[in-house]
């Protein structure tokens, strides 16, 4: 996840610059797509072997998406909620927002008596 997440900070950041089809974007012989976040992935980590808080919010995006759904609880998503908006990281929040809002109704669409629904009373 947090080589989509790269790769989605460097379309951010340089205009005119898009993904192509996941198809051709997830290919393994696609040097220049999905394949090519591996080394920026390892630059990534290697800075953060001396700077251990080094692009964190890209490792908690994963975390954050992975607790709150896997608990399924109020408490796991108020709590990523309010990191990521102290954090001032907006756009990460609004897109885990998001990935919890499809999750969410893909579970509805498949069953409604799942226990994460239960986690986003309706009123």
């Given amino acids: 996840m947090q080589r989509i997440l790269l790769a989605r900070q460097y379309i951010s950041t340089h205009p005119g610059t898009y993904i192509p089809l996941p198809s051709l974007w997830f290919s393994e012989e696609n040097t220049n797509g999905f394949a090519g976040t591996a080394a920026w992935l390892q630059s990534v980590d290697i800075t953060r072997s001396s700077l251990p808080n080094f692009k964190i919010h890209l490792r908690a995006f ?37 990935t919890i809002a499809n999750y969410q109704n893909r579970l509805l669409s498949k069953d409604n008596l799942s226990p994460v629904v239960a986690m986003f009373p309706v009123k």
């Fill in 62 to 98: 994963a975390e954050a998406v992975e607790e709150t759904v896997e608990s399924g609880t109020a408490k796991d998503f108020h709590y990523w909620r309010s990191w990521f908006a102290e954090q001032e990281k907006h756009s990460l929040l609004n897109l885990f927002l998001s």
